[in-house]
């Protein structure tokens, strides 16, 4: 990354950037279904499984071939409505995204592309891959070792480790388990209302602020740019929220 960035903003991609997960769509709707799905990011969340062996159980059940999959996807997999005007936000103030997913490439690349424009090749995105094994077969081929398959932080750690004075501000946009390792490796994480990973950095103590679109990201990544708010006040906010909800009496 270059040390001349003002900010970076490392985004998930499905259900952060998507309003559906196309990872989830593909196992719920032409895999072994929801219910299994949803036991197994349970057991990730609770240590009992390793997130690779989860996710790659899961995709191994599609049984479509992969262009399949990719088309079934181009015709379901929306965008969330307010990324695109902060992507362009971002292009105008030289603001890279990066895409840390642990979906397939080519599905991502796709969907930007159709979601966002010509100029979603700025994108940059690291991610797994897909490997085709004949007869229509296919599954997924990690990034690294790890036991999350794609080790987000490690993307995020180079730019992190930067001199103070080169360092950028350094934001995260997630919603779900693929997301714990980056969790603690930026200045300020978006976790996605309503979702897993709001459950994590609340058991392990992580400082985080809660989005439901791109809009509130936007808002607030461009007021802490303007020095119209810090990135303390933004963490803080979930906390205030959440202390002012528990002081509330109970309606009887």
Request: net charge negative.
């Amino acid at each position: 990354m270059a040390p001349a960035s003002k900010a970076v903003v490392f985004t998930d991609f499905d259900g952060t950037i998507t309003l559906k997960d196309s990872n989830d769509y593909l196992t719920d709707n032409v895999g072994y279904g929801e219910k299994k799905r949803r036991d197994g990011n349970i057991d990730i969340l609770e240590n009992r499984v390793k997130f690779r062996d989860a996710f790659k159980e899961m995709l191994d059940s599609v049984h479509l071939p992969f262009e399949e999959c990719v088309e079934l996807l181009r015709k379901n997999i929306k965008l969330d409505p307010g990324f695109k005007a902060f992507y362009n936000w971002c292009l105008a103030e030289k603001i890279p995204v990066i895409v840390l997913s642990s979906g397939m490439e080519p599905i991502i690349r796709a969907l930007l592309t159709d979601l966002v424009g010509p100029h979603a090749d700025q994108i940059k995105i690291v991610s797994n891959q897909p490997k085709l094994l004949g007869d229509g077969k296919w599954t997924i081929d990690f990034h690294d070792d790890s036991d999350f398959g794609h080790d987000k932080s490690l993307a995020i750690k180079p730019t992190a480790n930067l001199p103070k004075e080169d360092r950028p501000i350094l934001f995260y946009c997630g919603d779900g388990v693929s997301d714990l390792s980056a969790a603690r490796e930026t200045d300020l994480l978006f976790a996605k209302f309503g979702h897993d990973l709001i459950t994590y950095c609340e058991r392990e103590g992580a400082p985080f602020t809660v989005f439901k679109t791109f809009e509130d990201i936007h808002k607030d990544i461009r007021d802490i740019m303007e020095d119209k708010t810090t990135i303390d006040e933004v963490a803080g906010r979930h906390q205030k929220q959440k202390a002012a909800a528990a002081a509330e009496p109970t309606v009887k």
